[in-house]
């Protein structure tokens, strides 16, 4: 096809209460947007309280390591310690971040369900 040719509508998509058959593509009423928005809206919420419960966990990694910071009974063992806690420092961070992102991603979701309605 050199793209001058029209295709035909087909008949083989039906046309339901909630939505449309132009040229032969199903177009999705408001109904179906708002619906699907609210889905995705809801699949962000769940995804923020794994996140946060992810930082949780992470930041309990950080106590832990504090701890063998603290108990430490040779140079060798409190470097260790050391680097365990900034490692734990890191990953407890970048959890964070996690749920700053999956906040901004419920903040979108919820914009497309008002701009939907």
């Keep these: 096809m050199d793209g001058?040719?029209?295709?035909?509508?087909?008949?083989?998509?039906p046309a339901g209460s909630d939505a449309f058959v132009v040229a032969g593509a199903h177009i999705?009423?408001?109904?179906?947007?708002?619906?699907?928005?609210?889905r995705k809206v809801e699949a962000a919420e769940e995804a923020v309280k794994a996140a946060e419960e992810a930082?949780?966990?992470?930041?309990?990694?950080?106590?832990v390591a504090l701890e063998k910071v603290k108990t430490a009974k040779s140079d060798d063992d409190a470097a260790?310690?050391?680097?365990e806690l900034a490692e734990a420092k890191v990953k407890a961070a970048k959890r964070e971040v996690t749920v700053a992102e999956a906040k901004v991603t419920v903040a979108e979701a919820k914009v497309t369900v008002a701009e939907a309605k």
Excluded: F, I, L
């Excluded at 001058?4 to 998509?13: A, G």
């Design 55 to 63: 930082v949780e966990a992470a930041e309990q990694d950080v106590k």
């Design 80 to 83: 260790e310690a050391k680097v």
């Design 28 to 38: 999705p009423t408001t109904r179906h947007g708002v619906v699907y928005a609210e």
């Design 4 to 13: 001058s040719e029209q295709t035909e509508p087909t008949s083989s998509v």
